[in-house]
């Protein structure tokens, strides 16, 4: 990683797998997600009207937002049904004991 990177939380702060947890950073807002043991971070708000990501669920590898059910690949951002509105992904990596984003 690089100067961009900013330490988001511990290891052991980290959602269990198939769960969610929002993460804030400065002014932005996280949700991170473990997907088949893969950390995955996307911007919390939702690009459809800012739902909350975090509060919705995870199926078939996509966060689904709980406000107008837009589910999004955690991995890719892409939005299923609606190419032209991906979520922004950030790229995670653990150090030690820290889990790191590129912001």
């Given at each position: 990683m ?21 993460i ?10 473990r ?69």
């Open positions: 690089d100067e961009n990177s900013v330490r988001i939380c511990s290891v052991s702060e980290l959602p269990e797998e198939g769960g969610l947890r929002e804030s950073v400065g002014k932005l807002t996280l949700c991170v997600g997907v088949e043991g893969r950390i995955c971070a996307v911007d919390n708000e939702c690009p459809h009207h800012g739902g909350p990501l975090a509060e919705g669920i995870i199926e078939n590898g996509k966060v689904v937002c709980p406000w107008h059910a837009y589910a999004f690949d955690l991995i890719t951002g892409s939005c299923e049904g609606s190419p032209n509105m991906p979520a922004r992904v950030f790229e995670v990596v653990i150090v030690g004991d820290d889990v790191l984003a590129k912001l």
